[in-house]
Structures are given as C-alpha cells and as structure tokens.
C-alpha cells in the first residue's frame, strides 16, 4: 500500500517566505497493524518477529517528531516571512528576530537528529529479523582493526549493520531484498546531505547555529619555530533554511520508503487477527 502524504506548502498569502511546496510521506495504518508488537506478541507468541515490531514504534515515534518539526518550522517561516503579530487570547505575544531564527534552527536541528537515531532504529528492527534461525542467525559487528564480536542490541547501529550485510564475511542467502532497501537508504541524496550536519551539532563545530554573535572558524597550528599561528574565517555560506527543510522532508520520505519495503518481509500479512476482549 502507498504511504499518504502530506502536503506542506504555504497559503497565497505567505509565499514570501519562499517555500518550496513538498510532500511529506507517512507510513500507512496496515503498517502499525501488521508490526505491533502486542498483536504479534498474541498471534506469534512473541520471537524476533515481536521483538522486531518493538523496535518499529521507536522509529515511528521518530517519524512523528521529524513531521511535526517540519510543520514548526513552516509556520514560523511564514510568521518570519509575513512579519504579522501573534496573538495569544487578545494578547500579543512579541518574538524577537533572533528568538525566531534560534527556533527555526531548533526544530531543523531536532528534525535531523530525529533522521539518524531512525537509521539506528532501523538497523535494530532488521538486526533482530536476520537473527532468526531461518533468516541465518546473528550478525557480527566488524572493528576498523578486523576485529569481529556478535553484533546485539547494545553495539548495533545503521553503519555497522550495513558494514557487515556488504561484506565478504555476510551468508549471501539473507534477504537480498531487505540489504537492497538498507544500501539505498544509506546512499539516499538527501541522508548523506545531512549527514554533515548531524555531525556539525553532535561533535564539530556547529555553524549553522549563529544566535551567539559573531561565529568565525578559528584553526591554529604551530610551526617550527615555535610560534603558533592561528587564522580567522568568517562570513562562511551557509544553504538556507528552506534547503534544510526540503532536504528534511526528502530524508524522511526514503525513511518511510525503506521501512514499508522492509516491513513488507519482516511483517507479512499472513496471519489473521486474533484479538480477544473481555467485557
């Protein structure tokens, strides 16, 4: 079944602020049926298929909060672009510039953790599939120094996961199918555009964010001499934020594209509901 989509674009009125109009895609309700982990919990009396149907409300809870960033930021945008006073029961509430553009970079900054801890999330749902007797046991974690360990829920992530299924070292009758949807996922345009970014709020230095004052990017090394010479950059371009929002709504549109193939395998419509209620 198609994901519905959403549409996200402004009114007649706001297109000031430049809006691209884009569609975001949500997973659709036979998805939530087929891997909860309650109904497969009652139907398969729990194993990997519900240990895995846990892990796909992670990734949903993911999901939502990525759609409402972006609703967040559409608004303020347009609030941006239109410059009207809001009003909160006849009162008006006063927003500055700066506390704007710090809430704008907020939800685009919330969104794109949101994209990478699914991929994580991901990774766990399928780690869990593929650790099934019938779908070749579990995986193994393979270090940078070659060294090997049983992959599991405390060391298992998106680049790990797909490290191990493109190796040499991977049984080739898994489901060539689910390590397709994961090498798309993970080669995905607008995932791998933002993957910098990810990387800029959690361990570098986080440019885009420039509600301090004056930001320059500052690098010193010293030379043979002993002396130490530091250099000043400032003034660094920067994609705008309507770029962060396509690219946003276009990283979760491959999330819910991976997930629906995937969890077409791992959660196949082949059991009828058995639901008891007892009144």
């Known amino acids: 079944m198609a994901s519905p989509m959403k549409k996200l674009q402004q009114s007649n009125k706001d297109r000031k602020s430049n809006q691209k109009t884009v569609s975001i895609k949500l997973l659709p309700d036979d998805f939530w049926l087929y891997s909860n982990p309650i109904i497969l919990m009652m139907n398969f009396k729990g194993g990997k298929r519900a240990e895995a149907g846990q892990w796909t409300l992670e990734i949903q809870k993911m999901l939502r909060g990525i759609v409402e960033s972006v609703i967040g930021l559409e608004n303020i945008m347009n609030y941006t672009a239109t410059?009207?006073?809001?009003?909160?029961?006849?009162?008006?509430?006063?927003?500055?510039?700066?506390?704007?553009?710090?809430?704008?970079?907020?939800?685009?900054?919330?969104?794109?953790?949101?994209?990478?801890?699914?991929?994580?999330?991901?990774?766990?749902?399928?780690?869990?599939?593929?650790?099934?007797?019938?779908?070749?046991?579990?995986?193994?974690?393979?270090?940078?120094c070659g060294c090997k360990e049983v992959m599991s829920e405390d060391n298992c992530n998106f680049g790990s996961l797909v490290t191990y299924l493109n190796s040499g070292n991977n049984k080739e009758n898994r489901n060539q199918k689910v390590i397709g949807a994961l090498n798309k996922l993970n080669t995905d345009k607008a995932v791998s555009n933002l993957r910098t970014y990810r990387n800029t709020f959690t361990h570098r230095k986080h440019t885009t964010d420039q509600t301090v004052g004056l930001d320059p990017r500052v690098h010193s090394e010293y030379k043979s001499d002993g002396i130490v010479e530091t250099q000043f950059n400032f003034g660094e371009q920067l994609p705008s934020l309507n770029w962060f929002r396509v690219e946003i709504v276009n990283a979760n549109n491959a999330i819910v594209d991976c997930v629906e193939e995937i969890g077409e395998i791992i959660f196949p419509r082949d059991f009828k509901m058995k639901i008891k209620i007892n009144l």
């Open 83 to 144: 410059d009207k006073k809001l009003y909160l029961e006849n009162q008006e509430i006063a927003i500055s510039q700066e506390k704007k553009y710090w809430l704008m970079i907020y939800l685009i900054d919330n969104a794109i953790l949101r994209i990478y801890a699914c991929l994580d999330k991901i990774a766990q749902m399928c780690r869990c599939y593929f650790e099934h007797k019938d779908n070749d046991g579990a995986l193994e974690v393979i270090r940078k």
